[in-house]
C-alpha cells in the first residue's frame, strides 16, 4: 500500500465521513466529534510524512499506544505481575521486610518460605538445640590499631556511602539523625560534606577520586582543606574510596540534571555537565603511595582512623597492598570490601553487570589475605554489598568481616520503591532527586525513625540468629556456620567449599594455589 493509499484510508476517509453526517444531518454532535478528531488528523498526517520513528509511519496515531504501555511497563510488572521473588536487585519480600521493619510493624511471615530451598547456590545455616543470648559487650567494634590515636567504636551495622547530590537534602538528613538516635555511623559518599549530614550522627568521610570538599582548583586533593574540616568532631572515621562495586575502575556519575548551584559549590563544579569522577586516585599510584596516603590523612586529622574502600578485580593488586603494609610499616585502620552486586545511582550497564567480585567472595578472599600475611589483627573489615536482613549482616561476619554497611536498603527505610529512576532526577519518592517539589514530600522527622527503626529490628535479628546457632559472640561465626547446597543436592559448609589460611601462612609460601600464584606475582611497586 502507498503513503497516499495509507493517508485515504487511515485519515481521509473518516474524516470525509464525519463532513458528510455534518452536512447531510446538520448535527451538532457530529460537528463535536469532527473538531475532536482534527488533532488526530493532525497526528497521523505528521506520522505519515515527517515522523522518525517507523512505527509511527506505519501506524500513525494508534502507534502511541504501545510506547504509553511501553511507558508503564515497570510499574505493570512491579505491582501486578512479578511474584515476591522475581524481583531484582532487591525482591518485594526483601523490600517488604524492610517497610515493615521500618514501620515498626509486624515483620513475621506466614505458611512457610517462598524460596526455593533446593535451588543450587541456596545459603543456609545449621541451628543448635541450645539456642544462647549474645553478650552485650561484642554489640561494637574499635575501630583503630596502634597507629591510631582516635579509635572509634562502631556499631556492627552502619550506613553505607550515599551523596548528597545523588540524594536529596531531606534524605540526608533523615539518615543521619536516624544515625544519630541509633548511635550507628553515615558514610557521607564521595560528594562530599553538607550541612544536611551534620545533623547529629556519626559521620564516616569519603574521600573519592574527585576530591570532593578538599579539591583544588585543579581538581587534585588539597591537604589544607582536608585539615580543616577532619577537625570536625562529628567525623569519626576518614574512607579513601579506590572503587565501588557497581562500577569498579570507573569513577563516579552525577548527572547534570541533578546538580544545583548547592551540590556545585559543596562539590567545586559546573552545572552545565554531568560530574564525572576520575576512575583513579591522582593523589598515588602504587601500592606504596596508598598507604603514604592513608599516613598522611591519619596525621592531618591528628590521628582519626583511616581506610580505604574498593571492589575486589583482580586478587594480585590487593595482595600487593598487603606486600606494602609488610614494607612500610603503615597500616590503614579497615577496609570496606564493596561487591560487584552493589548499587549506584548512575552507572555503565557493563560496568554493573560484568565486573567486581561479588561481596561474600571478596569479604572471605580479604580477611584470608590478610590472615596469611600476618596483618589481620591490624585492620577492621567493613562488608558493603546488598544487606536487607539479619542474615545478610550474618553471612558477611561469618566469612571474615567486623561489620557491614548498608545502604539501598537505608533508602528503601527512606520510601523508596525501587522504581529504577535514581539517575533521572524524576524519584517519586523524593529520595534520590533534586527536584524541590518531590524531595519537599519527604518528611524528614518521621523517615529518620524510620531508618532507626530498620537498624534497630535488623541489628536485633542478626543477635537472634547468632544465638540460634548457639554462639553468644560474633568472634566466633566462621565460614563453617554457612552451608550451601551443591549440584547433587547435598549441602557444603563455605569452608569446605573455599579454603581458609592460617596465620602467617603466605609469609611461608605454603598456601594453597587460588592464594599463593596471586601473592608471588604481587609486588608493592605497582598495582
Known sequence: MTVMQRVFWRIAVPGNLLWILLWAFNLPGALCICLFMLPFTAIGLYDLFRSPHTLNRLYPVVAYLRYALEYIRPEIRQYFIASNTDERPFNREMRNLVYSRAKGQQDTLAFGSELDMLETGFMSLQHSILPVEAKEDSARVI???????????????NVS??????????????????????????????????????????LIWQIGTGYFGCRSDEGMFDPKQFEQKAAADAIKMIEIKISQGAKPSHGGILPAVKITQEIAAIR???TEEDCISPSRHSAFSTPIGLLEFVQQLRQLSTGKPIGFKLCIGKPGEFMAICKAMLETGIYPDFITIDGGEGGTGAAPMEFTNRLGMLCIEATHFVHNSLVGAGLRDKVKIISSGKTASGYEVLEKIAVGADMVNAAR???????????????????????????PARSRALDVKLKSVRVYNYHKATVKSFW????????????????????????????????????????????????????????????????
Open 464 to 527: 537472634d540468629l547468632l544465638g540460634a546457632l548457639g554462639l553468644d559472640s560474633p568472634e566466633l561465626l566462621s565460614p563453617e556456620h554457612l552451608f550451601q547446597r551443591m549440584d547433587d543436592g547435598t549441602s557444603k559448609s563455605f569452608a569446605d567449599i573455599n579454603p581458609s589460611l592460617e596465620k602467617g601462612q603466605l609469609l611461608t609460601n605454603d598456601a594453597p594455589d587460588q592464594f599463593l600464584k596471586p601473592w608471588r606475582l604481587a609486588s608493592s611497586q605497582h598495582f
Open 409 to 435: 536498603t537505608m533508602m528503601f527505610a527512606l520510601g523508596c520503591v525501587q522504581s529504577l529512576t535514581c539517575n533521572t532526577n524524576k524519584c517519586p519518592t523524593g529520595v534520590a532527586t533534586q527536584d
Open 161 to 202: 556511602a550515599l551523596s548528597f547530590g545523588a540524594l536529596s537534602a531531606n534524605a540526608i538528613k533523615a539518615l543521619n539523625i536516624g544515625a544519630k538516635l541509633g548511635d550507628f555511623a553515615h558514610n557521607t559518599g564521595e560528594g562530599g560534606i553538607s550541612i544536611y549530614h551534620q545533623q547529629g550522627g556519626h
Open 268 to 270: 567545586g563544579v559546573s
Open 143 to 157: 575501630v583503630g590499631n596502634e597507629q591510631c590515636s582516635k579509635p572509634y567504636s562502631a556499631s556492627r551495622l
